[in-house]
Nanobody, 124 residues
Framework: QVQLVESGGGLVQAGGSLRLSCAAS????????RGWFRQAPGKEREFVAA????????YYADSVKGRFTISRDNAENTVYLQMNSLKPEDTALYYC?????????????????WGQGTQVTVSS
C-alpha cells in the first residue's frame, strides 16, 4: 500500500499563489510518475500536471500551462505544485496520485493510488 498526503491548500485572492505538497509513504518501490488532478463541485476530476520518474519530463493541462509548475524531490518522496496567477476557476479539491509508469501521463486511469485531496479556493 502507498499513502499520499497532500498539504498547502487554502483560500487566496485571484492573482495570488499557493504551493501544494504531496508526500508519499509506504510501499513506494516500483511507483514512479506522479500527477496532480482537481475536481470542482459538480464537475468530473480533471488532469492538472504530471511529472516523470526523473523529473525531467513534465506535462500540463492547457488551462494551467505557464501558471503552474510541478516538481519533485525523490529523496523526500514528495511532489510539489507551485500555482501562480490563480484564478477563481482554479477553485477545486486538488488530488495527487502515483503511477507505476515511468513517463508523465494525463490519464486518470493510469494512476494507482490517490491522496485525500486539499482544498484550493480562489476568491475574485
Amino acid at each position: 500500500q502507498v499513502q499520499l498526503v497532500e498539504s498547502g491548500g487554502g483560500l487566496v485572492q485571484a492573482g495570488g499563489s499557493l504551493r501544494l505538497s504531496c508526500a508519499a509513504s509506504g510501499r513506494t518501490f516500483g511507483f514512479y510518475a506522479r500527477g496532480w488532478f482537481r475536481q470542482a463541485p459538480g464537475k468530473e476530476r480533471e488532469f492538472v500536471a504530471a511529472i516523470s520518474r526523473s523529473g525531467g519530463s513534465t506535462y500540463y493541462a492547457d488551462s494551467v500551462k505557464g501558471r503552474f509548475t510541478i516538481s519533485r524531490d525523490n529523496a523526500e518522496n514528495t511532489v510539489y505544485l507551485q500555482m501562480n496567477s490563480l484564478k477563481p476557476e482554479d477553485t477545486a479539491l486538488y488530488y495527487c496520485a502515483i503511477s507505476r509508469s515511468i513517463v508523465a501521463m494525463p490519464d486518470l486511469g493510469t494512476y494507482d493510488y490517490w491522496g485525500q485531496g486539499t482544498q484550493v479556493t480562489v476568491s475574485s
